[in-house]
């Protein structure tokens, strides 16, 4: 698997993570499994919330990673509407609780809400202070907003944006991407199979998709995680609720995709005009 720097933090994590929105819809014993076999393939990177399943799903990976916790970089997500001061010390404590262990590697706000962002960063900076956290950032931040962040928080400080980013969506890499290269932000997408819309295998883009796997001798998926991750400052976080799904995962974080392979996926899967927001599901 590899390994790559979370932008200026200099912690080495994997670029294929393990993502669990939805997660509480799935059979918990086979999520579990799903998760410790992910982590035996080198998928240490685990991501979660308090909003995933109004916060099962934080028990749930609390399950999974019990007796394990020093081998896995766990992130979780503060809801906006919970995001003043005291409500993010407050959400945090329930988080550790949930996921039994007393620090997170990475606390996010979700998304951008009606609290003041000062109010959220300096509790952020207060967590991390008394080791509830080790590094803070956000999720669903256009350029606009991530740049407020920047200002706010300082250099140095906003760690990771976690954002929409797959094949049939890369809009991130007008203005989002360019701006965390330019200040060691990571990049972490989250739903990077599209939630339901990965590429239909009997359009034109899908087969150039499956042509390039099938002459690598490996799935359609892990050349769409392996594109994905072409950019220094991208990690993906897949969701995989039966351990077959997450070893397929897994096997992306060691492939590697030629230039010609880059070029037709560029070609296949178009840009996309600028529409100047940021999408979100």
């Not at 720097?5 to 993502?19: D, K, N, S």
């Not at 991530?146 to 200002?151: D, E, G, N």
């Amino acid at each position: 698997m590899e390994h790559r720097a979370f932008g200026f933090t200099g912690v080495e994590i994997p670029v294929v993570g393990q993502g669990t929105w939805q997660m509480e819809t799935d059979d918990e014993a086979a999520c579990v499994d799903a998760l410790q076999r992910g982590i035996d393939a080198g998928m240490t990177h685990i991501d979660t919330a308090e909003m995933y399943g109004s916060g099962a799903v934080e028990s749930l990976v609390g399950k999974a990673i019990a007796q394990r916790r020093d081998q896995v970089f766990l992130a979780s997500k503060v809801l906006p509407g919970n995001a003043s001061y005291a409500g993010t010390i407050e959400a945090c404590e329930r988080s550790l609780r949930r996921l039994r262990t007393d620090r997170l590697d990475l606390y996010l706000l979700h998304w951008p809400g009606s609290h003041p962002l000062e109010e959220t960063l300096h509790a952020f900076k207060d967590l991390r202070a008394q080791g509830k956290i080790r590094h803070f950032g956000v999720s669903n931040f256009d350029q606009a907003e991530l740049s407020k962040a920047i200002a706010i928080a300082g250099p140095n400080e906003i760690a990771c944006n976690q954002v929409l980013y797959h094949l049939l969506e890369r809009a991130i890499e007008r203005r989002v991407l360019p701006l965390c290269e330019r200040h060691g932000i990571a990049v972490v997408a989250y739903s990077p199979f599209g939630s339901g819309r990965f590429p239909d295998p009997s359009s034109t883009a899908g087969k150039v998709l499956a042509s390039i796997a099938a002459a690598r001798g490996v799935t359609p998926r892990q050349i769409a995680l392996r594109y994905l991750l072409r950019r220094q400052p991208v990690f993906v976080i897949p969701k995989a609720a039966s351990a077959a799904h997450a070893l397929d995962n897994a096997a992306a974080g060691d492939l590697r995709l030629t230039g010609e392979d880059l070029a037709r996926l560029d070609t296949a899967f178009p840009l996309g005009r600028d529409r100047g927001v940021l999408p979100t599901l």
